[in-house]
């Protein structure tokens, strides 16, 4: 049996957030592994209420912990690093990123009580060993300081994972596309043998646009505004940050950042040495003595987010500044899908107030962080690999990526989450499909997404609650009626009565005919309660309730 | 005192949907009133879980029932007559529709038990006469056949209510926008005292497009596919299922309807004379028997509404259908803010099957039915109102609507859900606050928003319930230890230990520390078990939870 090189997307295949790539490389069952980020992607009302994160189940990697022989975090964004500090315990691995990304790496890891210190490491020409691979990170240009694509020198050939990416020459923070360089690496050990490649803007038919073309409409777009001007977008777009900041200070400005994940990347990009002339910020406590036609707030929750500061600000005071009839609020982002009616909330609550609300005005105030199709088709020209992976992406995304491949020439697969793929000949070969799905975080426990809790709570959400309880005496009889308390209910249905009492009812009654045997067997009397709650609730109010029963028999003494 | 011209929007003024809106004329509280439009909108999980339909709180309308002279439906979209069932019992005046509506209408009327019928009415000149109101139903284009603006004739001066409303010199199915008679009704009766006019496209600056301009893309790409093509979009939206259908016919394919509410919506165009020239459909169930490539299915679920058509056949067969690779499925259709993810959902289920998904593609195979920015400015220009009042809208579009009218010299004023304009001056006035909100059906009860019900079931989603039952015998002391329940929470915390017992742990230590005079109150009893609850679960699952406390006492016999 000879080695092999394999790659097992765990997250971010299939879906656009909460990516985990692994790569192997040995014999069947033996190969040593790698990392390819840790991230997570958040929960939603619709399919996981009450969950703050969710991330790739672990499972696998758990029983394969010892094979693992590093971690490697592409870039600092959450659906790229935001798992560290919950699946790290189950892996222990070395872990291995750029100064800016270990930084904010180590406060996960910090505030998750986790004890282990990220290796910080310079981009190539700087290799890592790890087992059969060789890794280098390579600077690419993406919406965050110091992303990096990745290239993994393997006995097989040379793998180049691209993380997330754009092609930029002038993204304002950062190292500029290196085509020189990437050439270079085209070249090298035989050439590209895989390319993992980013595949979220394979449906926009557009070049993409540098950074850099924002910085004229917005510092026009700055002066022009007479009143306070609010900018929200991604903190973690640390060279937005300085171009807002840039535009509010040639306004004549003071500018202010407001929510905490702005002043952490600022903080971080400035110690790590990303970020040199991010110009001088007031702090929010001296901001509200600033006339308002000096100040310039740039603020978290671009995407609606209830608890971040634009929200906040379309509530009302906040940190004792506040908007009015005059002042502008700008959307220097793009809406991600499923967040429409958080940013739409926000954009109404401003419009109330009288303050202006600008958004991107299809591109002019924002450009992505990935590269659409003829950027992807730029690299692959560019890079020649043999075969191609989309990575990062819908099933859709996935597909399409694929089907461009293969117009070209390039061998190519769809692989989603658990889909274990052999890159060691001449073309990506489906060998096993792996047990996977996701994680839940649920207040400080981590539970699996087909436990059955968040169901039981769509259930509830959907249906509503119902109580019942019920005392047996010592000779096998109803203490009283059942009692009913319901949660999540109409508190009257059809006939007009209160619910809890028709249903008491038609419980007691239901216990009146019964038999004595089904009396004595708490399986069939919870079976007898639960259908006659779900009966009398159909016929009073049209719904089946969840229904909760508790049987207490008291015994002889 | 002098009489006044009011209007009162219930619904549809702040939000997209919903519309209810209510004009008056009389002494000041004597007002006769009739009302225009009763739609709803739609639940969603966000906001309001296991709600099916939400429409205006009819409180006002129902105190004032003896006052309301007539209700008139523009047209049938269900956020316009949706409500009619469920609101018109409190309410029990004479209804007024077009044939088309009045034909839909009267399907929703019966379905739900209420006995009256629609009065059949045709367009203007015809005029009903509702008090001092004349009303002319005046054709004008939109997606749903029939659609009407009401020209409402008052002692105070003419109104022109557009309904939703766009204009199409050739909209395929019904009346294209007639200006010379626009013309006409702007210069009879001392001309457009007021304008309440749709506000929904403000913010789309190029001018509206002809549904006609869809019938070549739409050939043309049905006649490129190869195997089977599905297409969906708005059942209501006739003149689509027209252009798709003859498509289809074009392309030598046999036509099948799929969903209910399509084939309602043909029958009803078809019954009323509206839809003349349909071209004849397969059932489902011969369907499956005609070759792939001869075969077109326009299907309900634009919206990836997951009980509609689309979705069925997204999960895998349906009526003996099923897509596979080499079909297509196009959606003729925009994706409302709201119904992104339930579209996606869709979407990469047929990636899966290997089915190519086309969308709009920036409005080649979709155009919207109202009015753009330009083609509102047009109808202002058209009818010279005295006064602009901004219908149908978020705030946002009311607000940029009335600035519109405000830059072009016409008195307007935003008037949200609740707010009753006087417009018997030469000016939109505010004069008084309707305590008003929103009504849920329910299972097949009308609930209020704030009543407590759906707060109730989004924090059983969000935070898990937990259940605590406890007996107290005669002597006023715990028969036992508390009996812990909990739903929608995970089996075990930090500990480790099962989360039930753990509390019932804590619960049981509590009571033994706690005093007679607790043990022996109800509330305070409650109390202790919900802090205890919420305590303990914090420490272990870093949660709170609902909590429900049910103490049974034994009384002395």
């Known amino acids: 049996m000879s080695d092999r090189l394999i790659y097992l997307p765990l997250g971010g295949a299939g879906e656009i957030g909460m990516n985990a790539y692994v ?123 110091e992303s990096s694509a990745l290239v993994i020198d393997t006995p097989a050939g040379r ?27 085209s070249k090298e050990n035989g050439g590209v043998h895989v390319l993992t490649c980013d595949s979220t803007n394979i449906f926009t038919h557009l070049p993409g646009r540098s950074e850099s073309t924002l910085i004229q409409p917005l510092t026009e777009l700055i002066a022009l505004q007479d009143g306070m001007i609010v900018a929200t977008t991604f903190a973690s777009n640390v060279a937005r940050l300085k171009t807002l900041a840039d535009a509010g200070v040639a306004a004549g400005r003071s500018v202010c950042l407001l929510g905490r994940s702005m002043k952490k990347m600022v903080q971080a990009a400035q110690e790590t040495g990303v970020l040199t002339d991010f110009p001088p910020v007031v702090q929010p406590e001296d901001a509200a003595e600033i006339p308002r036609e000096n100040l310039m707030l740039i603020v978290t929750g671009s995407q609606g987010e209830r608890r971040a500061a634009s929200a906040q600000l379309s509530r009302g005071r906040y940190l004792g500044l506040e908007l009015k009839e005059g002042d502008s609020f700008l959307f220097s982002s793009k809406t991600i899908p499923g967040n429409e009616i958080g940013v739409i909330r926000i954009m109404n609550a401003f419009s109330e107030m009288g303050v202006e609300v600008i958004t991107e005005r299809g591109g002019l105030y924002h450009v992505s962080g990935h590269a659409n199709r003829p950027d992807l088709e730029a690299v692959h020209d560019l890079l020649r690999p043999k075969m191609l992976v989309p990575m990062h992406g819908e099933h859709r995304h996935l597909r399409e990526h694929m089907k461009l491949a293969l117009s070209k020439g390039i061998a190519s697969e769809v692989a989603t989450n658990g889909t274990m793929l052999d890159l060691t000949g001449d073309a990506p070969k489906i060998v096993e499909y ?124």
């Open 23 to 145: 790569y192997g490389y040995g014999r069947e069952g033996k190969e040593r592994l790698i990392i390819v980020d840790l991230g997570v992607t958040f929960g939603d009302m619709d399919t996981s209420p009450g969950i703050d994160l969710i991330m790739a189940d672990a499972s696998w990697l758990e029983q394969n912990a010892s094979r693992v022989e590093a971690i490697f975090i592409t870039h600092a964004h959450e659906d790229h690093i935001g798992a560290l500090a919950y699946l790290w315990p189950k892996i222990k691995a070395p872990i291995y990123a750029r100064p800016f990304t270990a930084r904010l790496g180590q406060l996960k890891l910090d505030e998750g009580g986790i004890h282990t210190e990220i290796n910080v490491v310079a981009p190539r020409p700087d290799t890592i060993e790890a087992g059969p691979f060789n890794v280098q990170f390579v600077p690419i240009s993406h919406s965050i300081p």
């Open 159 to 185: 793998v180049v994972h691209t993380g997330d990416f754009k092609l930029d020459g002038n993204p304002i923070v950062g190292e500029p596309f290196d085509a020189v360089m990437w050439d270079e690496i």
């Open 434 to 557: 792996i047990e996977t799905g996701r994680s839940y975080v649920d207040g400080t426990v981590l539970i699996g997404a087909m436990d059955g809790v968040v169901r039981d709570r769509i259930r509830m959400a959907l249906n509503g609650h119902v109580l019942v309880t019920l005392i047996i005496d010592e000779d096998g009889k109803p203490l009283g009626d059942p009692w009913v308390e319901v949660k999540g209910l109409p508190p009257q249905g059809r006939s007009g009565a209160p619910l809890v009492e028709t249903l008491e009812t038609e419980l007691a009654e239901a216990l009146d005919r019964t038999s004595r045997k089904i009396m004595a067997n708490d399986d069939k009397l919870d079976e007898l309660m639960r259908r006659g709650v779900r009966t009398a609730s159909v016929e009073e109010i049209g719904k089946k309730p969840e229904v909760t029963v508790v049987v207490s028999r008291l015994l002889d003494e």
